[in-house]
């Protein structure tokens, strides 16, 4: 069955880096973008771009270019997302989720909390 | 970009029908048949219910259904259950290659 897992729950200082990874399983991984999810306490969903396993061109959502980095490991069916100089504003629940037709997210990680504290 | 718009809040009874609305611009809902739904409920990943404005997932059952007319989308869900209290958005694909998402709507079963 397809499954997306992700990395656990991580605490960092500000400014620091965090690299969070989704593993997919039980299909194919070439041909379905990962896309890349993030909830803030007591916020709604908001979207922060998405990756192309065909090519592995990303592509950022509007005010996550620069400090957020989408990156692949075609060979272990895994897609990444790094954040660097971390803000206390970064404190969320971060999801990757297949996409099966343009913002189609059929299958989704269980979620990483990324907790931003000094 | 800003979000799209939905409702804040929604209700309705046991057996009622609601609809819950999206609105965006013609630089996204209004551009293209590529808007999904999603049921969230706190701490689990979001559930796939629309997407291609009216297409359910296979298994899903037929008491969600969507449509859009313009620069808006709707969810309707007939036969409200208990289990249908959770926060709903929608997104869109955008003219610029982009997603966005509703701001959520908390969906409350009376």
Redesign the interface.
Known sequence: QVQLVQSGSELKKPGASVRVSCKASGYNFIPYSI?W?RQAPGR????L??IRPSTGRP?Y??GFRGRFVFSLDTSVSTAYLQISSLEAGDTAVY?C?RD???????Y????TLVTVSS | QSALTQPASVSGSPGQSITISCTGTSSDVGAYDYVSWYQHHPGKAPKLMIYDVSNRPSGLSNRFSGSKSGNTASLTISGLQAEDEADYYCTSYTNSDTVIFGGGTKLTVL
């Not at chain 1, 989704?108 to 979620?111: S, T, Y």
């Open positions: 896309n999810m709604g969903l908001e979207w771009g998405y592509t959502g509007r999801f989720a099966r037709s343009y913002s189609a997210y059929d989704w990680g269980q979620g």
